[in-house]
């Protein structure tokens, strides 16, 4: 849809070779990644100072692109999500949240963001449309994360739970952000409508603002 435009973009997929914020590499849980080297190497505090750290380095990149980076699966999925399933409060993936945000803020980010309504229906029927290998992938990423293991939770109903606490979170997060956000129910059904909120959302936030490298101005 950018490039249509005529905007130059990069986009970083959920997992993908050399991801420059996923912590961990290789072995973040995600993808076809369950996780378990990555649940045994960190804790909390150290997938934090990691992100920030990539954080960090990435938005100094970005500032001196002339390309709208596009990312799939964050400030979220790769993790908040994440951090949740180390077992991580409310508290400190709030704390960590804010930190990211304002981070990132020189690049004027803009959020879309598909809501999924009620979670554990929603899992049911993806994994309906995905069938059973996806369905025992995230069995598989749920049930071995410090999250669940200190609860004790296994199987499809540790995902529904997870899933379900992961919603709430999610929400606080939303709340507390002051990114401009485009959020979209039910695309599954009417995915045209949305694409067209979207290109319309796109070019409202892309006519205004810029970034500074080095001294100099650049289109956002």
Not at 166 to 190: A, F, M, T, W
Not at 194 to 201: N, P, Q
Request: net charge neutral; aromatic share 10%; with cysteine.
């Amino acid at each position: 849809m950018l490039q249509g435009r005529g905007y130059a973009s990069k986009l970083y997929r959920e997992r993908q070779p050399d991801h420059p914020l996923n912590v961990g590499g290789d072995t973040h849980p995600s993808g076809s990644c369950t996780g378990e080297e990555f649940y045994r190497s960190y804790s909390p505090e150290a997938f934090i100072k990691e992100s920030l750290a990539r954080w960090e380095s990435f938005v100094a990149e970005m500032l001196c692109e002339k390309s709208i980076a596009v990312l799939d699966s964050y400030p979220f999925q790769n993790s908040a999500r994440v951090l949740l399933q180390l077992d991580a409060s409310f508290e400190r993936i709030s704390n960590y949240a804010a930190q990211v945000e304002a981070l990132v803020a020189p690049l004027n980010p803009v959020l879309i963001y598909l809501e999924s309504g009620d979670p554990a229906k929603a899992f049911r029927d993806t994994c309906k449309k995905r069938g059973a290998e996806w369905t025992d992938y995230v069995v598989q990423v749920v049930g071995g994360c410090p999250y669940a293991e200190a609860r004790k939770l296994n199987g499809v109903s540790a995902v529904a739970e997870l899933l379900t606490v992961y919603k709430k979170l999610s929400d606080i997060l939303l709340e507390q952000s002051s990114v401009p956000r485009l959020i979209l129910e039910g695309c599954h059904n009417h995915w045209a409508d949305c694409y067209r909120r979207i290109d319309e959302f796109l070019l409202r936030h892309l006519s205004s603002g810029s970034r500074s490298c080095g001294g100099l101005t650049q289109p956002k």
